[in-house]
């Protein structure tokens, strides 16, 4: 099967921002260990609006043991012309290209950020915890197919 070329740009607007899960579990945070960062994308399809969602977790962490985590969601409409484009030929699913995926991710990325500060900014004990840049190119590798 031949991949088809999508032309770019693609249209879309966000549509809407959640805060999926939050939670400081102030007992397993030990100031003097290390702190390690998970991160995480998924996808999700509202293929009645023509939507795509994108949900970004984040895990402050010393070893194993979860001290901050926070997963937001960032749903975005896409023009329905290139929705229309970038189905299957039997409609059975939807190819979002890589570089779109990659764009749609930071701006997930970035609100994750702003949402995580604006959680943290009261907590003494926590307001030193800020989401740092990631390179979105070592998790977004391929263009993303998802099942209708």
């Given at each position: 099967m031949t991949k088809k070329k999508i032309k770019m740009p693609i249209g879309f607007k966000i549509s809407a921002l959640n805060t999926e899960q939050f939670a400081?579990?102030?007992?397993v945070y030990v100031k003097e260990k290390d702190v390690r960062i998970n991160a995480g994308l998924q996808f999700s399809l509202d293929s009645k609006q023509k939507g795509i969602g994108v949900h970004f977790t984040v895990?402050?962490?010393?070893?194993?043991?979860?001290?901050?985590?926070?997963?937001?969601?960032?749903?975005?409409?896409?023009?329905?012309?290139?929705?229309?484009?970038?189905?299957?030929?039997?409609?059975?699913?939807?190819?979002?290209?890589?570089?779109?995926?990659?764009?749609?991710?930071?701006?997930?990325?970035?609100?994750?950020?702003?949402i995580l500060h604006e959680k943290l900014k009261e907590t003494p004990t926590f307001n030193q915890f800020i989401l740092p840049t990631i390179n979105v190119t070592e998790i977004v590798k391929e263009d993303v197919i998802l099942e209708l």
């Open positions: 400081i579990l102030e007992e895990q402050f962490k010393h070893e194993t043991d979860v001290f901050l985590v926070l997963k937001t969601g960032c749903f975005f409409h896409i023009d329905p012309d290139k929705w229309n484009e970038l189905l299957s030929e039997n409609e059975k699913s939807i190819t979002f290209p890589k570089e779109f995926i990659s764009h749609l991710s930071v701006l997930a990325i970035g609100t994750t950020r702003g």
